[in-house]
């Protein structure tokens, strides 16, 4: 069985008003901006969304999203996997001003004459989960750290700091 495609644009109010949700996929080429952060671009993103109509009137999307990205280490330049698996909600708004009237609990989703663009929305999602440095874990990596093997500890040895207090001292 084939996955559902995300829809690139949709009318986030219509889909609201009638409690619709979206479960489908993405394909990473299609994302521009993320396929430049990722060696392999033939990876998808499963995506779940729920609209809706809040007691207050606003409309919101709920979204989760999974994905297992394929990044370059940026210690040893080899590939490794990152997975993403995120949990969003989105007040979708028209105007920047209702969007600063939001509650806290929402972050804002503009839609623009009355369409919301998906693919720009869980790409931007995806890129805010990405590390800012990728890198492999240290016991993973193949480079080893200078001071990973060299004995020293934060805490032991002698403190750097002993010279000052003998200065000090002298002075005194």
Same mark, same amino acid.
């Given at each position: ?6 829809? !690139? ?10 409690? =619709? &949700?979206?479960?489908? *996929? $993405?394909?990473? +080429? ?47 330049? !080899? ?10 909600? =989105? &007040?979708?708004?028209? *105007? $920047?001003?209702? +969007? ?73």
């Amino acid at each position: 069985m084939s996955e559902k495609i995300i829809p !690139e644009h949709i009318d986030p109010f219509r889909y609201a008003e009638q409690s =619709l &949700g979206l479960d489908g *996929t $993405l394909k990473i +080429a299609d994302m521009q901006r993320l396929s430049a952060n990722v060696l392999r671009n033939d990876d998808t993103v499963k995506v779940h969304l729920q609209f809706g109509v809040d007691e207050q009137r606003i409309t919101y999307l709920t979204g989760h999203l999974e994905t297992t990205l394929t990044l370059q280490c940026q210690r040893c330049m !080899e590939p490794f996997i990152y997975e993403i698996m995120s949990d969003f909600v =989105l &007040g979708i708004v028209n *105007t $920047l001003d209702e +969007a600063n009237a939001l509650p806290e609990r929402y972050e804002p989703a503009l839609a623009s004459e009355g369409n919301l663009a998906l693919r720009e929305l869980i790409e931007d999602e995806i890129i805010l989960n990405l590390p800012i440095i990728p890198r492999h874990e240290p016991e993973d990596c193949k480079v080893k750290l200078p001071l990973a093997d060299s004995g020293w500890e934060q805490g032991k040895g002698e403190n750097p700091f002993h010279v000052l207090k003998s200065l000090k001292h002298k002075r005194g």
